[in-house]
C-alpha cells in the first residue's frame, strides 16, 4: 500500500515490460510447444521441438538468433496493458481495504488479472501469431503469416472487425485470472515467510527474489493448463465470421485436447512454462516491489 494507484498503473507497466525483453526467448519456445502436435495423439507426430533447451536451438536454427525475438513487440505492448491495469485494479483493492479479509488477496488478484486480460487480449493475440510464424519445416499450428504488429492488427481488423482483436480472450480471462491471483497471493505469503524463518532480511532483494520464485512454481502448476488453451484458441483458423475452425470456446478445446492428446496435452511445454514463469514472476513483482518502494 501508500502508492496511488495512478502511479501502480504505470510501475506495473514498466516492471511487466522490463522482464519481458528478458523473457520472451523462453515465451517463443512455450508457445512452439504447445502448439506442437495439435489435436494428434502422442506419438504420431514429428516433434521439430523437444525440450526446452533444444527448441531453443531448433527456433535459432529455423529464424535465427532473432527468432528468439519474435513478437516481442506485441509482447511489451501486452505487457504494459496487461500488467499496468492489473497493478492499477491490485492497488485499488489494497486502497479499498479488500486485501485484508479473508481470501480478500486471492479474490482482488483474480479479478485485477481477468481486467488485465481483457484490455492487453488484442496484443497477446498478435503475439501468439508472430511467435508460431517460422519456416514450413519448422512450423507447428496454424501460420498466419504476418509481416509485422502493425500488419497484423490492420489484416485482423479489416478481416474480422473490431471483434476479431478480442477473439480468443474467452481463453485468456481464466488464465490471467487464475495466474494472478495465485501469483499475487503467493507471493506476499512466501516473501513474508521466507523473512519470519530469517532466511533472508525483510525486505531484502534475497527475500523479494525467494517470494517470487515460489510464487513462480505455484502459478506455473496452476496456470499451464490454461495457458495451452489460451494459445491453442488465440492461434486456430478462422471462418469468414470468426468463427474458429478448429474449437469451438474454452470447454470444447479443453474436450477435444483431452480426448485427443490425454490429460498430459493440457501440460504441454509445462517447462517452457515455469522456465518462462518462473523468472517473469520473479523479475516482474521484483521490479514492481522496488519501483514502489522508490
Known amino acids: ?161 473490431v471483434v476479431g482483436l478480442w477473439r480468443g480472450v474467452t481463453g485468456a480471462v481464466p488464465r490471467v485470472a487464475v495466474g494472478s491471483a495465485v501469483q499475487l497471493a503467493t507471493f506476499a505469503s512466501a516473501k513474508d515467510w521466507v523473512s519470519e524463518r530469517q532466511w533472508f532480511r525483510k525486505g531484502s532483494w534475497a527475500a523479494v527474489l525467494a517470494g517470487g520464485m515460489v510464487s513462480g512454481v505455484a502459478v506455473a502448476v496452476t496456470m499451464t493448463p490454461f495457458d495451452v488453451i489460451s494459445t491453442r484458441l488465440y492461434n486456430q483458423p478462422v471462418d469468414a465470421d470468426g468463427t474458429g475452425k478448429l474449437y469451438r470456446g474454452f470447454l470444447d478445446c479443453i474436450l477435444q485436447i483431452s480426448s485427443k492428446e490425454g490429460l498430459l496435452g493440457l501440460y504441454k511445454g509445462i517447462g517452457a512454462v515455469y522456465l518462462r514463469l518462473g523468472p517473469h514472476t520473479v523479475l516482474s513483482l521484483f521490479f514492481w516491489d522496488k519501483l514502489r518502494n522508490m
Not at 516433434?47 to 531453443?56: E, H, I, N, S, T
Not at 519474435?70 to 499496468?84: F, I, R
Open 1 to 161: 500500500g501508500g502508492v496511488p494507484p495512478a502511479i501502480d498503473l504505470v510501475l506495473g507497466a514498466t516492471a511487466g515490460c522490463l522482464a519481458c525483453f528478458l523473457t520472451n526467448p523462453l515465451e517463443v519456445v512455450k508457445t512452439r510447444l504447445q502448439l506442437q502436435g495439435e489435436l494428434q495423439p502422442p506419438g504420431t507426430y514429428p516433434r521439430p521441438y523437444r525440450g526446452v533447451l533444444r527448441a531453443a536451438v531448433a527456433v535459432c536454427r529455423a529464424d535465427g538468433l532473432r527468432g528468439l525475438q519474435k513478437g516481442l513487440a506485441a509482447g511489451l505492448l501486452y505487457q504494459g496493458l496487461m500488467n499496468g491495469v492489473r497493478f492499477y485494479c491490485y492497488s485499488h483493492a489494497e486502497d479499498a481495504g479488500w486485501t485484508g479479509y479473508p481470501g480478500g488477496t486471492v479474490a482482488a488478484g483474480a479479478v485485477a488479472g481477468a481486467v488485465g486480460a481483457v484490455v492487453g487480449s488484442p496484443a497477446y493475440l498478435v503475439k501468439t501469431h508472430l511467435q508460431a510464424q517460422t519456416l514450413s519445416a519448422m512450423a507447428v499450428g496454424h501460420q498466419h503469416n504476418h509481416e509485422n504488429i502493425s500488419s497484423a492488427f490492420r489484416s485482423i481488423y479489416q478481416q474480422h472487425g
